[in-house]
């Protein structure tokens, strides 16, 4: 939800943070901004658009800076306008200031600023953090402290990054939402997200909650949680991700590049320190009740390892949107398990169920492919996914790696790792043939096929279940054409209704259910149903077949691929930029 980004040192600033904006779009791209400073002033330019777009219109390259900040919008509070759009100013044109997160208490805040003269021009909660920097700069306080009593003051989810006319330094605060440094011997950077300077250094510094940074150039680091400013050492890290892979290279969208990569990220998923899954493994057998909780695909990664879980291990496992744990929480204990299970780390659901169960004693083990992120640093052990940057907006390949991960949890807590290691070794075989040219030029015979339907029914038994649910989300992300997901035994309890001449259903088949599921394909049939068939064998209820060979608890990773590639398909058939939907943002950093 919204990208932001800031250089200060010798390049040219604002050469860096358009790039930098073009890799924060995914997390947002309502509109787009940029401040910098010249010769005392500041200069703006912010417009509705995509980066690409706005800076074609207002150049953002005109002048060569030596400090500039910018920001990609998801808009939450004010429609999306140009003067919505960030940076915001104070009154006197001397403070720029961009935000990602909410600001819990701005309307008591603008109240207030208002009764003391300051004019408002944008409906955004945002804009009160310029005007109560400025409030602040009263006498003879810095520009330091301005920000710092400003910043006290805020309530909510936040990174912002602040300038101003004549100081040759940026002021970032981060609480609740994502913000990292990046150092290099040229200057600093400070963006939402590591692939917005990945291109510049490797050398990043990862912010906890209430840590306010002075970059002038070098970064000095403060945390203001106490109400003090006090000083803090944050070390350096490297970061094993490789800028290469934040970029598309030959291909059109990042969607088709991260769905192809699945050939490896698979594999690097499960390439796990064995000591670490066997401690996680000891968690989950000490504790009274486990929890998988996460959002979206991965909750669908959730759903998935739960039916795993039952059937490799025999352990039951509880599985919760993050965003409904609140209703559940009164079962947590010290002896609660909660596995946290988030592509970005950064997922604001998620972040709340662990903090509820930390409160409550409960361990916290999380499934992250961000390094760094606040869901890593505030559980108790993590596994890394280790799939490198995603970017387009869907997730394609970290939801695979999620599945392949718990897989191995799950062979690995009934004593047989070495089992599903071998099992998800044998993957890569499959997921090459799926992602061949071959696979990929039948597929797109479908999208043609499907491209102007209204509606497409997915359905499947056990762990083909949240397979089709998954995706059904794939579906409607990508294209806009509505999906849904039953339970195969589902159907003829309502939605069997909506079936009518040429309705699609997918049906998703493997041999412990195809019995059951192809009798509920029957039925789909028989009603004028276009039955659309993912499966190891053909079968004369299939209208269009899509071979996928029988990988037992492995099929949800190689099933979906077909779909995932259907879905960007579709999305680009119809017209649609797959890597980034409407409406939707990567990381959802908000409630
Ligand atoms: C769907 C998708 C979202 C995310 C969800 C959770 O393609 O990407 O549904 O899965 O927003 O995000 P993370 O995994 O970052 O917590």
Redesign the pocket.
Same mark, same amino acid.
């Given at each position: 939800m919204c990208g932001i980004i800031g250089y200060i040192g010798r390049r040219n600033a604002s050469q860096i943070v358009l790039e930098g904006l073009k890799h924060l779009e995914y997390r947002g791209y309502d509109s787009v901004g940029f401040a910098g400073v010249l010769n005392s002033k500041l200069v703006i330019k912010k417009d509705v658009g995509k980066v690409d777009e706005v800076h074609a219109r207002l150049n953002f390259l005109e002048y060569n800076l030596k400090l500039a900040i910018g920001h990609t919008r998801w808009a939450t509070h004010g429609r999306v306008t140009r003067t919505n759009a960030h940076p915001h100013t104070d009154c006197n044109k001397r403070i720029a200031i961009v935000h990602n997160g909410i600001i819990d208490n701005y309307e008591e805040l603008k109240k207030e600023l208002i009764s003391k003269g300051h004019k408002f021009r944008s409906g955004t909660d945002s804009e009160v953090v310029a005007h109560l920097i400025e409030e602040n700069l009263v006498d003879g306080k810095s520009f330091e402290e301005a920000c710092f009593n400003a910043f006290k003051r805020l309530e909510g989810a936040y990174a912002i990054l602040a300038i101003k006319n004549d100081e040759y330094e940026i002021v970032a605060i981060k609480k609740g939402s994502p913000l990292v440094i990046g150092v290099a011997d040229h200057g600093s950077f400070v963006a939402s997200d590591i692939p917005a300077f990945l291109n510049y250094t490797k050398k990043v510094v990862y912010l906890y909650d209430y840590d306010m940074v002075f970059l002038k150039p070098e970064p000095v680091f403060y945390n203001i949680g106490n109400g003090v400013m006090l000083k803090v050492e944050r070390p350096i890290q490297s970061v094993e991700w490789d800028a290469e892979k934040a970029r598309k290279g030959d291909f059109e969208h990042f969607m088709l590049k991260e769905i192809m990569e699945q050939v490896d990220t698979v594999q690097r998923a499960v390439a796990q320190d064995k000591r670490i899954l066997e401690k996680i493994v000891g968690e989950i057998r000490r504790a009274k009740g486990v929890f998988l909780v996460?959002?979206? =695909? *991965? %909750?669908?990664a959730c759903l998935t390892a739960s039916y795993v879980f039952s059937k490799v291990a025999k352990e039951h496992v509880n599985v919760i949107l993050?965003s409904e744990f609140p209703n559940y929480e009164h079962f947590l204990t010290e002896k609660t398990l909660i596995i946290a @299970? *988030?592509? =970005?780390? $950064? #997922?604001y659901d /998620?972040l709340e169920a662990i903090r509820a169960g930390k409160k409550r004693g409960s361990k916290i083990i999380s499934i992250v492919? /961000?390094m760094g992120s606040s869901?890593v640093r505030e559980s108790d052990a993590s596994l890394l996914m280790h799939a490198g940057p995603e970017i387009c @907006? &869907?997730? #394609?390949k #970290? %939801?695979t790696s999620?599945i392949a991960l718990l897989n191995l949890l799950a062979y690995t807590l009934s004593d047989k790792y070495e089992e599903g290691k071998r099992r998800l070794k044998y993957l890569w075989n499959v997921i090459y043939y799926l992602t061949s040219a071959n696979t990929r030029n039948k597929i797109r015979k479908l999208a043609e096929k499907l491209l102007d339907k209204q509606h497409i029914f997915c359905i499947g038994r056990g762990l083909q279940y949240p397979t089709a649910m998954e995706a059904a &989300?794939?579906i409607k $992300?990508a294209s806009y054409i509505h999906a849904e997901a039953f339970a195969g035994g589902e159907l003829k309890h309502g939605t069997i209704a909506l079936i009518e001449e040429g309705t699609p259903c997918i049906v998703f088949v493997s041999e412990e259910n195809a019995k059951e599921i192809l009798s509920n394909a029957i039925e789909v049939k028989s009603r004028g149903g276009y039955v659309i068939g993912i499966s190891p064998v053909n079968s004369e209820v299939f209208d269009f077949w899509i071979k996928v060979p029988e990988c037992g608890t492995e099929n949800p990773i190689v099933q979906i691929i077909p779909i995932q590639i259907l879905a960007y398909q579709l999305a680009v058939l119809r017209g649609y930029d797959p890597d980034k939907p409407r409406n &939707?943002a990567? *990381? @959802?950093t908000v409630k």
């Open positions: 996460g959002c979206g =695909s *991965s %909750y669908h993050a @299970v *988030s592509q =970005s780390g $950064e #997922t /998620v492919n /961000v869901l @907006v &869907l997730s #394609t #970290t %939801y999620q &989300l794939k $992300e &939707l990567k *990381s @959802v």
